[in-house]
């Protein structure tokens, strides 16, 4: 599975974002899929994910109300809209995949797209 991330940038606080995922090789809808972000001299921690049917997503604390993650099978897409971003959003962000169910450790999952930086400027 190859993972391609893109849709970072800059933007002021309050302001909004959509990363897209792009996903080839493997059988994309029976893959978990999650999201991921690093802040500078921080570790990978977990954000988002989506089941394979898109019927289940899990969320941190810290983006519930406002980071949705999607996915589109038929696109092999997967998006985080992000909006009223805050600066403790910058980070760069990640996508990953796994088969099997959901987890919450970057440890977990062997599949991972280049990130994709996203500076929330205050």
């Known amino acids: 599975v190859q993972l391609q991330a893109c849709g970072g940038g800059l933007v002021q606080t309050g302001g909004s974002l959509r990363l897209s995922c792009a996903a080839s090789?493997?059988?994309?809808?029976?893959?978990?899929l999650g999201w991921f972000r690093q802040a500078p001299g921080k570790e990978r921690l977990f954000v988002a994910a989506?089941?394979?049917?898109?019927?289940?997503?899990y969320y941190d604390d810290s983006v519930k109300g406002r980071l949705t993650i999607s996915r589109d099978s038929a696109k092999r897409t997967m998006y985080l809209q992000m909006n009223s971003l805050e600066p403790e959003d910058t980070a760069v962000y990640y996508c990953?995949?796994?088969?099997?169910?959901?987890?919450?450790?970057?440890?977990?999952?062997?599949?991972w797209g280049r990130g994709t930086l996203v500076t929330v400027s205050s």
């Open positions: 090789g493997g059988t994309f809808s029976r893959l978990m």
């Open positions: 990953a995949a796994r088969q099997g169910a959901l987890a919450y450790s970057s440890r977990n999952y062997p599949y």
């Open positions: 989506i089941n394979w049917s898109g019927t289940g997503t």
